[in-house]
């Protein structure tokens, strides 16, 4: 059975780290500890920041899309799946489409990249297709397995599950958050699934303005 | 197959494979055996003119509880879609319930007077302003984001959804259709204000939902989709559906009080006896 069959087992690992924050402890000490570290995001602040890493994939027009020269100094919300997924990616794109309908301003600023984790069977004309339900802006990349691999470890991925594709339907099992680089080039927060629409509507205005302090 | 007992949002993709609730078919047969066993009891003794409707009317009540609770109106309105968990709430709590309690015959009801304990705990629950205040605090706790997004998930938390909105619908209908006159100083124009008090709950709830930014419970929001609607629209239907069939449910009960009162007036006036006449003047 892939992973992704059900929602809340993927919730239950997307809370999981919140539980962790929470679990160190419920002195004041602690509690300031865990504010300062969240910053008040509703998403996942990371521990360390991961860099916005360098590659190059085939987005659905056919033209190469540099993917560092691309998203320089936007809100970058990168995001791997698959347009046969019948529940986690749908949703996950519904709501940030939602929320940038609402924020023209927030929208103009932020670039959505999908990249498929089943290249297989998502060309590029299906690609453009399903990201149209949600948004005509959100931009779709394809690579060859190989390219797949190689950005899912660049974005600190675990390797998505691709069963034998010569039995047609199947499921992918694959990484469910977004990871949101800002526009310094580097993600500092990630939005699993469960992340709601209100999550990203008080996020995403802050990702943009935040200089993230020291850095 | 996936036999459950109750309807729980499942987190998986909807399909129309059917699925069958063996806690609610328990339910709804024992709901129609225990109806068919007081029909029998009573059948020697009840008004012949009024069975078949009376009978009609448990019929129709017990049928749309089971619409209400089981595939595929359970299913998608415990995990997919707060539009349909809307339709659920309208079922099981104003519509079944004033159905239900028509439906039973009278001697049911003498039965009960014959139990003084029995009768002085259900004249505590259904005395008006008791009946009121536990529809209304049902009704809202019920349709908290958090309640209904920590309660969906478990089959024991649908159920006990369900049930609360069926315990506190009867309890509601109760002193406005129950066929034995218990209260007779809570006369028809109270009971049609005592419903129309009623809705005004629902007013606050639909336009929560109606107006709110983004969609308000996760169980929804987050479940996979169906493809028919996107979440924020499927509250707004929600708020809609609570707003006005909702309220067409109460006026309808408020139509059928005032069209039995006018009705009991007419027929009253038309039983008097002639006035006599006046005695002739003494000279």
């Given at each position: 059975m892939p992973y992704v069959s059900n929602l809340y087992r993927w919730r239950a690992l997307a809370v999981l780290p919140l539980l962790m924050l929470l679990a160190q402890g419920c002195g004041p000490s602690a509690a300031a500890g865990t504010s300062a570290r969240q910053r008040g995001y509703r998403g996942v602040v990371l521990p360390t920041p991961l860099s916005k890493p360098a590659f190059s994939l085939t987005d659905t027009r056919g033209a190469t899309y540099d993917f560092r020269a691309r998203t320089a100094g936007k809100l970058t919300l990168v995001y791997l799946g698959y347009t046969n997924c019948p529940d986690v990616c749908p949703v996950h794109l519904a709501n940030l489409a939602a929320v940038l309908r609402t924020m023209p301003e927030v929208a103009r600023r932020t670039e959505v990249v999908f990249i498929t984790a089943d290249p297989a069977r998502d060309t590029p004309e299906r690609i453009r297709a399903w990201l149209d339900n949600f948004d005509p802006r959100f931009v779709g990349l394809r690579g060859t397995p190989a390219q797949t691999r190689s950005v899912e470890a660049a974005l600190e991925l675990p390797r998505s599950l691709v069963p034998?594709?010569?039995?047609?339907a199947y499921r992918v099992g694959h990484a469910a958050q977004v990871i949101a680089f800002s526009p310094d080039g580097h993600a500092h927060v990630v939005y699993p699934f469960g992340t709601r629409q209100q999550d990203w509507a008080t996020d995403l205005p802050r990702l943009l303005d935040d200089r993230w302090g020291e850095r | 197959m996936n036999v459950q007992w109750w309807c729980s949002a499942l987190g998986v993709p909807w399909t129309w494979t059917w699925r069958p609730y063996l806690g609610v078919w328990i339910f709804v047969a024992l709901l129609a055996s225990a109806y068919a066993r007081a029909w029998r009891r009573a059948d020697a003794e009840e008004d012949r003119t009024q069975r078949t409707g009376r009978i009609a009317a448990a019929a129709a009540g017990i049928l749309l509880l089971w619409i209400a609770l089981d595939w595929p109106v359970g299913t998608l309105g415990a995990g997919y879609l707060a539009s349909v968990h809307m339709v659920q709430y309208i079922l099981t709590s104003l519509a079944a319930p004033p159905l239900l309690l028509a439906g039973l015959p009278r001697a049911a009801y003498r039965r009960l007077a014959e139990r003084p304990r029995a009768l002085g705990v259900t004249r505590a629950l259904t005395h008006p302003v008791a009946a009121l205040i536990a529809f209304d605090l049902v009704t809202v706790l019920t349709h908290i984001p958090t309640v209904v997004d920590a309660l969906m998930r478990s089959q024991l938390g649908t159920f006990s959804f369900d049930m609360a909105w069926l315990a506190t619908g009867l309890m509601l209908w109760w002193p406005v259709f129950a066929p034995v006159p218990e209260r007779p100083r809570f006369l028809p124009p109270l009971r049609a204000i005592y419903l129309f008090l009623a809705t005004v709950v629902h007013m606050g709830i639909a336009y929560y939902l109606i107006l709110s930014r983004f969609p308000v419970y996760g169980i929804y929001e987050l479940?996979?989709?169906?493809?028919?609607?996107?979440p924020l629209r499927d509250q707004q239907v929600a708020g809609g559906l609570m707003l006005v069939v909702g309220a067409l449910v109460v006026w309808t009960g408020i139509a059928v009080v005032m069209f039995r009162w006018m009705s009991a007036e007419a027929a009253e006036r038309t039983d008097a006896p002639p006035a006599r006449p006046l005695p002739a003047p003494h000279h």
């Open positions: 034998d594709t010569a039995r047609g | 479940a996979p989709p169906t493809g028919w609607i996107s």
